[in-house]
């Protein structure tokens, strides 16, 4: 079956602008996880979300980071005003349930100008 | 002092040879633990976990846990160049949240033909 998808594959945006990353989970896969990996760092644990709640939002590094889920499906990580630093991969990853085995889609690769 | 450590390596081993690769975790109270392999400009693929003291088996693939010394190490058996890639260490439980996942940076595994 289809796996993680994500877009787009890849973002060249401008300094101040606005994105928007989606992710779309494999079907039936309840639990979904966002990350992000710098050049050379491993993965930076953003939210996740159980169905359309998110009960750790903890990873999220500033409020110009938000995240939403509907119909326990697709997912949207939105970064407002990004910045330089904010140039990375964001993955994503789904699980049967939080706390099964996770899969990776292909991720996001973000560049600011 | 972080909470999932790992060299970064490059580890080098020739063709045939054991790869020995650990990891340490700060956090007393974590519950389960996993094994990621990330070829360069992909996404992470889950290798093994392991949730109990000693030693499991899959394959070429060996994961000891430790919980008393907080390691965990993945050895690889007869190892071949297409296992030359990074191998992340990641933790889940304890004091961060059941289902949130603390990743250490990786360690670059190069095998020689």
């Known amino acids: 079956g289809a796996g993680v998808s994500q877009s787009p594959s890849n973002k060249v945006t401008e300094k101040g602008k606005d994105v928007e990353l989606r992710c779309d989970p494999i079907?039936?896969?309840?639990?979904l996880y966002w990350y992000r990996q710098s050049l050379g760092q491993g993965l930076e644990f953003l939210i996740y979300f159980q169905g359309n709640s998110a009960p750790d939002k903890s990873g999220l590094p500033s409020d110009r980071f938000s995240a939403e889920r509907t119909g326990g499906s697709v997912s949207t990580l939105t970064i407002q005003r990004t910045q330089q630093e904010d140039s990375a991969v964001y993955l994503c990853?789904?699980?049967?349930?939080?706390?099964?085995?996770?899969?990776f889609g292909p991720g996001t690769r973000l560049l600011v100008l | 002092q972080k909470e999932v450590e790992q060299n970064s390596g490059p580890l080098s081993v020739p063709e045939g040879a054991i790869a020995s690769l650990n990891c340490t975790y700060s956090?007393?109270?974590?519950?389960?633990f996993f094994w990621y392999r990330q070829y360069s400009g992909k996404s992470p693929e889950l290798i093994m976990f392991i949730y109990s003291n000693g030693d499991k088996e899959d394959g070429r693939f060996t994961a000891q846990l430790n919980k008393a010394s907080q390691y965990v190490s993945l050895l690889i058996r007869d190892s071949q160049p297409s296992d030359s890639a990074t191998y992340l260490c990641?933790?889940?439980?304890?004091?961060?949240?059941?289902?949130?996942?603390?990743f250490g940076t990786g360690t670059r595994l190069k095998v020689l033909a």
């Open positions: 990641a933790v889940r439980g304890g004091t961060s949240g059941t289902y949130k996942y603390i």
């Open positions: 079907s039936g896969h309840t639990a």
């Open positions: 990853a789904s699980s049967l349930v939080a706390g099964e085995t996770q899969y």
């Open positions: 956090d007393r109270g974590s519950q389960s």
